[in-house]
């Protein structure tokens, strides 16, 4: 009797996510709008890495402006680049960093970047400790406590992982890479229908964000 009403559960589960994901797909969303300055950062950025096609350091600093804005699967794939053309930058980023930390511990990009170099040299409680340093400095910086919440969850604090979520979605509602995050914690600690609640919420993000790259290529390609 267990197992078939637990299978009869799963069906019902599964009938209603697809009509919650039906009706999500179709849903506008307001996506998250990455601040002009930062659009400049990144456009900057760019341009040196076009100058400097073979430098690691060219492409970490192109992926950190990406991830420090949510383009988070942009940075993953500059980052894959640095290692191509230098398997031991981690440790240039831990000096380069921690010497300019130490200059200037006010500034939230310098402890940002160093729990990366922390991070890839899998030191993650020291990257735990400069992600929370620099949202210390900048508390409302949305994504230095998504980074801050994927080390936390990496290291088995799982709640504290969530919590930094959800403080983070009280900020931006609509921050596709959050949602993920906070569905993958949730994963963790068993809540299945948390996570499949954050999973909908993502897709209907990621499409609108699609949408919304398609509509500006149109736009650009129409204006040549």
Known sequence: MYFSSCA????ILFFC????????????????QIPDHFLEEIKVKKEIVAKNPHSAEAYFELAMSYSYTGQIEAGWAEL??????????????IKKYGDLVAKDPQNWQYNFKLAFG????DKKDLADQQFSAALKIAPKNIWVMGFSALVKGEN???????????????????????HFLLGQALLK?????????????????KSEEEAARKEKKDEEKSKV
């Open 189 to 205: 600690k068993g809540d299945y229908i948390g996570f499949i609640a954050e999973s909908l919420i993502t897709i209907r993000l």
């Open 118 to 121: 922390y991070y890839f040299d």
């Open 8 to 11: 009869c559960t799963k069906k």
């Open 80 to 93: 894959k680049k640095v290692n191509d053309y230098d398997k031991e930058y981690a440790l240039k980023v």
């Open 156 to 178: 088995g604090q799982v709640d504290g992982a969530i919590d930094l979520c959800k403080k983070a979605l009280k900020i931006e509602p609509n921050a596709t890479a959050i």
């Open 17 to 32: 996510v697809l009509i919650l994901l039906s009706s999500t797909l179709q849903a506008k969303a307001k996506i998250y």
